[in-house]
């Protein structure tokens, strides 16, 4: 119930575009391609897959999956970033998308968010965890990574940090 919540609050967020549009039937080839390599190394389940414009070109890609396992900060920012990096490259080398889209489409214009859940759906954490660096979710979205946590006694979404998407890569590429 809980993930069907927070997938219902981030489509009425961010919107989706229906696949019954060229320009949607490509980016369905490039989300396959990527859901394809992104499983080799993860287990995750799609939440959404969608995309929006202005009636001409394609302003915005969302994608959002859930994983069956515990985020922390450090763990969701290194998982999220190579996978994002991954279909922003596939987007972008897809020519045959490219006169639907702005060339190349900057990771602004991206909304990519990744789940923790466990057997009941999207972990939640009690109040006095809040600062635990666990967290329920992870998103991309304007050029910000957010991470967020699902407060069980209140049932609310409480953002715990947001960096610049280039901080986070920062981070990321130093511990390599």
């Not at 859940?117 to 600062?131: A, H, P, R, T």
């Amino acid at each position: 119930m809980k993930i069907l919540v927070a997938i219902m609050i981030t489509m009425l967020l961010f919107g989706c575009a229906p696949y019954n549009t060229p320009e949607g039937r490509l980016l369905d080839e490039v989300y396959s391609a990527h859901l394809k390599d992104l499983r080799k190394k993860h287990q995750f389940s799609v939440n959404m897959t969608g995309g929006g414009g202005n009636g001409e070109k394609l302003n915005s890609i969302d994608l959002g999956l859930s994983i069956k396992k515990t985020l922390t900060i450090d763990s969701a920012r290194r998982l999220v970033l190579p996978s994002f990096q991954d279909l922003m490259n596939k987007v972008n080398a897809f020519e045959e998308l490219h006169p639907y889209l702005e060339v190349p489409i900057g990771y602004d214009k991206y909304k990519y968010w990744i789940n923790s859940v466990d057997k009941n759906g999207i972990i939640e954490l009690s109040q006095d965890q809040l600062y635990s660096n666990q967290i329920s979710y992870v998103v991309l979205s304007r050029g910000e990574l957010c991470y967020n946590v699902f407060v069980k006694e209140t049932e609310k979404i409480v953002e715990i940090l947001c960096e610049p998407y280039e901080e986070a890569l920062k981070i990321v590429e130093n511990e390599s």
